[in-house]
């Protein structure tokens, strides 16, 4: 098993509820989720104009390969309401992969540690609550 943190946000339809149903789909796909940080509400990053996000990291423990949870994130995501769109734009769910154990992973469409952990304030106060200092990780 690999320890993962994975960042859960969203800004449309009932949001707590989405959260709530990403955990459980996660749950579903093989994600041991450990601990989860408290909901933030925090605002756009990237696209000022839209609605305010709640977002929260889950400590999971994960037994595949971390291309399997990709897959299984963004399974997650289909699954919960969510559709291409503008990037960094409103969204059902997101769910991003922050840390895969120790890994350091650089692929056309998978980065890890996630590359903008260190410019998201609510992601490293997250992080601080499960107890994880991502360092110079990132």
Same mark, same amino acid.
């Given at each position: 098993?690999?320890? &993962?943190?994975?960042?859960?946000?969203t800004n449309l339809g009932s949001r707590a509820r989405n959260l709530s149903a990403a955990r459980r789909? !996660?749950? %579903?796909?093989?994600?041991?989720? !450990?601990?989860?940080?408290? &909901?933030? *509400?925090?605002?756009?990053?990237?696209?000022? %104009?839209?609605?305010?996000?709640?977002?929260?990291? &889950? *400590?999971?423990?994960?037994?595949?390969?971390?291309? @399997?949870?990709?897959? @299984?994130?963004?399974?997650?995501?289909? *699954?919960?309401?969510?559709?291409?769109?503008?990037?960094?734009?409103?969204?059902?769910?997101?769910?991003?992969?922050?840390?895969?154990?120790?890994?350091?992973?650089?692929?056309?469409?998978?980065?890890?540690?996630?590359?903008?952990?260190?410019?998201? %304030?609510? &992601?490293?106060?997250?992080? @601080? %609550?499960?107890?994880?200092?991502?360092?110079?990780?990132?």
């Amino acid at each position: 098993m690999t320890l &993962v943190y994975l960042g859960l946000g969203t800004n449309l339809g009932s949001r707590a509820r989405n959260l709530s149903a990403a955990r459980r789909r !996660l749950r %579903e796909k093989g994600v041991r989720i !450990l601990r989860q940080s408290r &909901v933030m *509400e925090t605002a756009p990053w990237g696209v000022a %104009e839209q609605p305010r996000f709640l977002n929260q990291v &889950v *400590e999971g423990d994960w037994g595949g390969t971390p291309r @399997a949870l990709l897959r @299984a994130a963004k399974q997650v995501e289909r *699954e919960g309401g969510r559709r291409p769109g503008r990037r960094w734009g409103p969204r059902v769910i997101d769910v991003d992969i922050l840390l895969f154990g120790e890994e350091r992973i650089r692929s056309r469409d998978m980065v890890v540690p996630h590359p903008r952990i260190g410019q998201r %304030e609510f &992601v490293l106060e997250s992080l @601080a %609550e499960l107890g994880v200092n991502p360092g110079g990780r990132w």
